[in-house]
């Protein structure tokens, strides 16, 4: 690999190159949040990445991104991680359905501690209608673009989470 002189490599298909922390991937989104912590590489599917910028804007609130893109082999070493996460940066299994490549990462965890039910409710309904497939749990929401892959949009819940969601 080629030596870094700004510590994350960034690759979204028309540019590739190295940038520092700040550096905003997508509007609202810094390079030091969407990268994997381990490899220090930002590499998305872009089509998710314009979602997720939409979602921040219909929103309108901040959304703290507590877990970006992985590469398989930081995967590999988060207990509860599955092989086919969809936040990796080149999927082993999955492939994007229009070009046919090996699917980047296209989810994100957004962290919830704080957020009144009300915020947490609309954060879920704005994602699924731009098409994001959401796993709630207590403090964080997983959001992810899985419909890339030509799979169903899903919902699911992490642990007891789904009793607590709907008593909310
Ligand atoms: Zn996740």
């Known amino acids: 690999m080629q030596k870094m002189t700004n510590p994350y490599f960034l690759n979204n298909g028309e540019y590739q190159g190295d940038v520092k922390g700040d550096f905003e991937?997508?509007?609202?989104?810094?390079a030091d949040e969407l990268a994997c912590p381990?490899?220090?590489?930002?590499?998305?599917?872009?089509i998710?990445?314009?979602?997720?910028?939409?979602?921040?804007?219909m929103v309108d609130h901040s959304?703290?991104?507590?877990?970006?893109?992985?590469?398989?082999?930081?995967?590999?070493?988060l207990e509860g991680a599955h092989y086919r996460s969809l936040h990796q940066t080149i999927?082993?299994?999955?492939?994007?359905?229009?070009?046919?490549?090996?699917?980047?990462a296209?989810?994100?965890?957004?962290?919830t501690r704080g957020w009144s039910i009300a915020k947490i409710k609309n954060f879920v309904a704005k994602a699924e209608l731009l098409g994001f497939s959401v796993g709630i749990a207590k403090t964080f929401i997983h959001i992810d673009?899985?419909?890339?892959?030509?799979?169903?949009?899903?919902?699911f819940y992490y642990g007891s989470a789904k009793a607590w969601y709907e008593n909310i």
Do not use: W
Request: with cysteine.
């Open 25 to 30: 991937v997508v509007p609202f989104f810094i």
């Open 38 to 46: 381990k490899a220090k590489i930002i590499q998305y599917e872009p």
């Open 48 to 57: 998710y990445l314009c979602r997720l910028t939409t979602l921040r804007v």
């Open 63 to 77: 959304m703290p991104v507590n877990s970006g893109a992985r590469t398989p082999s930081y995967n590999k070493l």
């Open 91 to 104: 999927n082993p299994v999955h492939k994007n359905i229009r070009t046919g490549q090996a699917l980047k």
């Open 106 to 111: 296209c989810a994100n965890d957004i962290g």
């Open 145 to 155: 673009g899985r419909d890339l892959a030509g799979l169903p949009q899903h919902r």
